[in-house]
């Protein structure tokens, strides 16, 4: 069973180009979250889908950013005009079903670098 | 948010035994969870938490004490595989607050 794919594992945009990570959650989960970790800090939520439908977006800035997780397809999170401090890596877990003691499942990351 | 608090950095010796502390807010909790995260990789499951005691898996235990908002991640029999971030994260309404994580190095 394959765990949580996301991808590409590293990414380089210079500033002001749009950046876009994929993530495909693990077979049979239908609940995606995003999370952003800058170097020497904690991970931090961004954004929780369901399919279809953004059930929380409380942790994701306001300008710039935006996630979809489509019927079909892996989870996509957006970042339009990238600036270098976007420079992070995002990460991605799901969970089969909602719930607080849910235990969610990371994948490999994405390493994002703006130059 | 969670004010989550645990150590930096940590270093043990080979066959040793270490634990690692974590603080958290108590209002609103709903069970915390620790994750193991190796240099450039994803963050995997170790343990969760969310009644009073000791869970024990194998060679790594962890601990709750609700009154006190405070948690400890066990590992005993240390290896130098072990070497690794230690993340200790409260459940939030959907999603998961983070502590910065302790760098554990295990060394000969």
């Known amino acids: 069973n394959a765990g949580v794919m996301q991808n590409p594992r590293h990414l380089v945009r210079r500033r002001g180009q749009e950046a876009r990570l994929r993530c495909s959650p693990m077979?049979?989960?239908?609940?995606v979250y995003w999370y952003r970790q800058l170097p020497e800090e904690g991970l931090k939520f961004m954004v929780y889908?369901?399919?279809?439908?953004?059930?929380?977006e409380s942790g994701m800035p306001k300008e710039r950013f935006s996630a979809e997780f489509p019927k079909e397809g892996p989870s996509i999170l957006r970042i339009q005009q990238v600036v270098r401090g976007d420079s992070a890596a995002y990460f991605c877990a799901s969970s089969p079903n909602s719930g607080q003691q849910e235990t969610q499942y990371f994948g490999p990351g994405t390493r994002l670098l703006v130059l | 948010g969670q004010n989550i608090d645990q150590p930096t950095e940590m270093t043990a010796t080979e066959g040793a035994i270490v634990q690692i502390n974590c603080t958290y807010q108590t209002s609103g909790f709903n069970g915390l969870f620790w994750y193991q995260q190796h240099a450039g990789e994803a963050p995997t499951f170790l343990s969760y938490?969310?009644?009073?005691g000791l869970e024990e898996k194998g060679r790594f235990s962890s601990f709750l004490s609700r009154s006190k908002g405070y948690s400890y991640l066990l590992l005993k029999e240390l290896q130098m595989k072990d070497s690794a971030s230690y993340l200790c994260?409260?459940?939030?309404?959907?999603?998961?607050?983070f502590g910065t994580g302790t760098r554990l190095t295990v060394i000969p």
């Open positions: 077979k049979g989960h239908s609940h």
């Open positions: 938490n969310v009644l009073d």
């Open positions: 994260a409260q459940t939030g309404a959907n999603n998961l607050f």
């Open positions: 889908l369901q399919k279809e439908n953004i059930i929380d």
